[in-house]
């Protein structure tokens, strides 16, 4: 999807019955404006800006769940990763973007949802995992974590405070 500037776009996903505990948003793309990166001073040690750092401050997507801990606030790519929401008393959720003004990010998402039984954990993952991760072998990161190097500008986001599951 694409939106104009300066606006937000909601989207609205409701359980399909009273039975879905779970739902998991696959990020098959999604490019939005990046986190606030830091500073290095001439010094090469001190952070300039150091309460900016990982902030999104441009764009934002979040999910409003009523009834359960909302997950975190997110930006940068996130183009292969997932979020998996809690369901309560079958309410509907709100996917949303806030798009800022114009950067030099072509934004882009395309989101796939699943909707998971209550008691089918083996698919959907535990209640309270906000990632859970099935396969024999792969990779692990942040959200908006794409550095293969780390260098001293590779700035995570802020308040990232979930909980990853594996089987």
Known sequence: STTSLNSPCLYTVCPCNNNICRIR???TTFVIGAQSAGTAAA???TIVNEDYIGACSIDTFTITTPGTQAPP???GTNTGYHMVTDVHNAECQVASFSIGPA???TRSWDIKITQYACGDEDKGGPPGCLQ?????SGVVASYAFTATTVVAA???????NYE????
């Open 164 to 167: 990853n599951c594996f089987r």
């Open 154 to 160: 590779t700035t995570h986001l802020q308040n990232q």
């Open 103 to 105: 950067t030099t990010t």
């Open 73 to 75: 606030l997110i930006c």
């Open 43 to 45: 010094d090469g040690t």
């Open 25 to 27: 948003y696959d990020f």
């Open 132 to 136: 859970y991760f099935t396969g024999t």
